[in-house]
C-alpha cells in the first residue's frame, strides 16, 4: 500500500480515476476494466481500418516502387507485431514489481495507456488510406 501512495503522489490525479479508487483490489479492478474497455474499442474500430485498407488495396494504381497492393497484408503484420510488442513492453513495465500486488495494477495500466494510443494511431491510418 505504501508503494500505491507513492505512486499517488507522483502520478497525476487527472491521469485515471483508477489511482483514487481505493484498495490495491480496487484499483487492479479499475485498471483491468479500464483495459478491457480500451481492448472493445480497438475490437470495434478494427473492422473499419481493415474496411478501409481493402478500399485501398481495390483502388491500387501500381508505381515502380510497387506494383501490387499490400495495406491489408501491412495493416495485419503490423497490428500482430504491435500486440506482441505492447504484451511485452507491458510484462517489461510491471517487472518492477515482482510478483507483487502492484505488478497486476501497472501491467492493466499500461495495457490500457498503449491500447489508447494505439487506437489514435488505427483512426489516423484508416483516415490516410481514404485520402
Not at 488495396?57 to 516502387?65: A, I, L, N, V
Request: with cysteine; glycine share 4%.
Amino acid at each position: 500500500m505504501l508503494l500505491i501512495a507513492l505512486l499517488l503522489e507522483v502520478a497525476p490525479a487527472t491521469q485515471s480515476p483508477c489511482w483514487n479508487a481505493g484498495s490495491d483490489l480496487e484499483i487492479s479492478q479499475c485498471w483491468d476494466r479500464a483495459d478491457q474497455a480500451a481492448d472493445a474499442e480497438l475490437n470495434k474500430i478494427w473492422p473499419d481500418v481493415l474496411k478501409s485498407a481493402r478500399e485501398a488495396d481495390r483502388d491500387f494504381m501500381p508505381t515502380q516502387r510497387r506494383e501490387t497492393p499490400a495495406a491489408v497484408q501491412d495493416l495485419i503484420s503490423a497490428q500482430r507485431a504491435w500486440l506482441k510488442y505492447r504484451d511485452a513492453q507491458c510484462a517489461l513495465e510491471s517487472d518492477y514489481a515482482q510478483g507483487g500486488s502492484l505488478e497486476p495494477i501497472l501491467s492493466a495500466k499500461c495495457s490500457t495507456e498503449m491500447t489508447r494510443a494505439r487506437i489514435m494511431q488505427l483512426h489516423d491510418i484508416a483516415a490516410g488510406f481514404r485520402e
